[in-house]
């Protein structure tokens, strides 16, 4: 441990423990990274040396496998369906703010989520940010029945009848026919 902290006074070089704890990666991973070249290095009394500079320039590469070919494009088949419900609404004048404050609360308490549901959006419309757009996706074997939907609809109306104008809303229904 006391040659550690003697490696530590070197100016600009950090021991292979350092760069470990720096980079967020185990000392056998920068290593390997010395090794293929990744890293450049100096052995200074059986041990490597690593340039401070050349740590927190290190980028590493994305985790899981390189795709060697573009996804392809599937059919939905009769078995499984992607199901969607597209709304988009009006904000209210001068609730913008307020309804920042509680898709903020929706997130901290992972709440109002409609059952079954494979993915919920919420965005802002860019070229009008006075329209917010509300996607639903569900898969149609795990997809609640209608009574259910309309409820979870309704509770999620309720919730936002101050900062949405649902009179305004448009809700359209849409099936997936491609996917990757």
Do not use: C
Not at 61 to 68: D, H, V
Not at 75 to 90: A, E, F, N, P, T
Request: no cysteine; proline share 5%; hydrophobic share 35%.
């Amino acid at each position: 441990m006391a040659e550690d902290e003697e490696y530590l006074s070197i100016p600009g070089y950090v021991p292979v423990k350092v760069a470990a704890k720096m980079l967020e990666l185990s000392q056998d991973r920068i290593t390997q990274h010395i090794h293929s070249g990744r890293l450049p290095s100096k052995k200074v009394g059986g041990r490597y040396l690593i340039p401070a500079q050349a740590v927190e320039e290190f980028r590493r590469n994305p985790p899981g496998r390189t795709r060697k070919q573009p996804a392809r494009w599937r059919i939905y088949d009769d078995r499984v369906k992607l199901l969607s419900m597209l709304i988009q609404v009006r904000v209210r004048a001068g609730q913008r703010e307020n309804l920042e404050q509680k898709l903020e609360k929706i997130y901290e308490e992972q709440q109002l989520r409609f059952e079954g549901s494979l993915a919920r959006y919420i965005l802002s419309n860019s070229a009008s940010p006075d329209i917010v757009t509300i996607i639903l996706h569900w898969k149609s074997n795990e997809m609640p029945d209608e009574a259910r939907r309309k409820r979870d609809l309704e509770a999620f109306q309720q919730e936002f009848a101050d900062v949405l104008d649902w009179e305004s809303a448009q809700i359209s229904e849409h099936e997936g026919l491609l996917y990757t």
